[in-house]
């Protein structure tokens, strides 16, 4: 029962450290999500932060600028079971969720020459929340994950038409988890729920370094050539689990369980994960009145081969799982059109490659290749700017048989997926 136990607790902590790009937020600043992120060549507002660093060299002008904002996102996903488990015609949707990651920029000039920016920004985020009695509750019940980025950067303007940028990138995780444990009644010979395993870490010692470079090039005739690197980042958990008791009308079973689930201490664990480093590239020409940009990126998820799992109090459990994962790409391309020296509109529409091997999708994540198109508006009265911006966002439905033998997790079905997203950010010029 106790290697039962401890073997739940590794496979609920898994598959949740285990995200794809349906856990990668790409949503900073409400213009440039606006154009689908296609913004590495364009990099004109502080949310250059995050797209292009380099950009911020050419905002010297402007003087000092503070952005903030964010992002609203409710996403939407149902399961349709398949053969042998949970069957044909099974079907389970997502509760209702909301998200908010925000997003602040601060940029100054520093001379002629140099700016400073510095970031608060969450490039990875989001869970899912399916109902308690839904077939793959055992899998999880809830899962909640974010990275938070605090991002100092140095923008340099070598000449008139080229500025490079370097900083810092400072990640802070958190993880909060929640699924059932099964057992089968050895009176009734059914599968009850006996206990449910809350698995959480506190933050503050889950962090990591990493590092970015970046520039921008001004090629003449309206057009910009933009290159923006961010490095991997391996961030060191230490979480904790905590058991709770169903009772299950069995005095007997419950005693028995009750006499070997540790629901009186907390389980320490440990695990290291390398977030995937990326690379984005893009070409933007701009007009009197009209920007056109385009943008390809690439996510370095290949180096997510296994996950490795060291439990301090059992450590006869201690394993390495495979995950698999490949490097996935990314395409976008934004529009802007100036309407008047006040009002900008955007457009864009944007295609994002899923890493996950269909073998390891459950309802911790189902993920697919995504398809977004976009829209916003931008007002500017003086020294201030209003920005907002709508995304739809489209999933590939998947089958976790996409792969030979189905989903190793035995829960077999496939995912259809979708989300709104509405953001607004402000930005402030001293």
């Known amino acids: 029962m106790r290697k039962l136990l401890a073997t739940a607790a590794v496979l609920l902590v898994v ?24 913004f590495v060549a364009v990099a004109d507002d502080p949310s250059a932060m995050f797209w292009n660093p380099a950009g911020l060299a050419f905002q010297n002008e402007k003087g000092t600028q503070v952005m903030m904002g964010a992002i609203l996102i409710a996403p939407a996903q149902t399961f349709y079971g398949e053969d042998p488990y949970p069957g044909e015609g099974y079907t389970a949707e997502q509760e ?49 994950l974010y990275a938070y980025d605090l991002t100092p950067n140095l923008a340099f ?21 929640t699924r059932n444990i099964p057992l089968i009644d050895p009176f009734s010979q059914q599968v009850v729920d006996v ?35 961010r490095s991997a980042i391996t961030v060191d958990y230490k979480g904790y689990a905590d058991f709770y008791q169903f009772g299950t009308g069995n005095p007997e079973l419950d005693q028995i369980v009750a006499g070997t689930i540790p629901f009186d201490e907390t389980i320490e664990g440990s695990t290291q994960i390398e977030f995937p480093d990326f690379w984005i590239a893009g070409l933007a020409w701009t007009g009197e009145r009209v920007i056109i940009s385009a943008e390809w990126g690439r996510m370095g998820w290949s180096s997510f081969q296994e996950l490795p799992l060291t439990f301090d109090d059992y450590p006869e459990f201690d394993e390495s799982i495979p995950e698999l994962y490949e490097d996935a790409d ?34 911790l994540l189902g993920d697919g290749d995504r398809t977004s198109v976009t829209c916003g508006l931008s ?7 209003l920005d907002l911006g709508y995304e739809y966002l489209m999933m590939d439905e998947r089958s976790t048989w996409d792969s030979e033998g189905g989903s190793l997790s035995g829960y077999n079905g496939h995912y259809e997926s979708s989300a709104n997203l509405a953001g607004a950010s402000m930005t402030f010029t001293f």
């Open 195 to 229: 206990a449910q395993i809350h698995l959480y870490t506190d933050g503050a010692g889950n962090d990591g370094w990493g590092w970015h470079a970046a520039f921008l090039a001004k090629l003449g005739k309206g057009w910009s050539l933009g290159v923006n690197y």
């Open 330 to 363: 990314q395409y976008r391309l934004g529009f802007e059109y100036r309407a008047s020296r006040s009002v900008s509109l955007q457009l864009g529409t944007l295609f994002d490659e899923t890493p996950q091997p269909p073998s390891s999708m459950t309802p």
């Open 157 to 177: 303007k070598l000449n008139e038409n080229l500025a490079l940028g370097i900083g810092a990138d400072y990640r802070i995780s958190t993880i909060d988890l």
């Open 96 to 144: 209702d969720q909301i998200f908010f990651p925000p997003h602040f920029q601060f940029v100054t000039p520093l001379g002629e020459r140099t700016t400073f920016g510095f970031a608060v920004q969450i490039p990875f985020g989001l869970g899912t929340y399916w109902a308690d009695d839904h077939a793959g509750r055992f899998i999880s019940k809830r899962v909640d």
């Open 15 to 38: 598959p949740s450290l285990s995200f794809g790009s349906g856990f990668a937020l790409f949503e900073t600043g409400a213009r440039s999500f606006a154009m689908a992120g296609a």
């Open 379 to 385: 007002w500017i009265k003086g020294g201030f700017r």
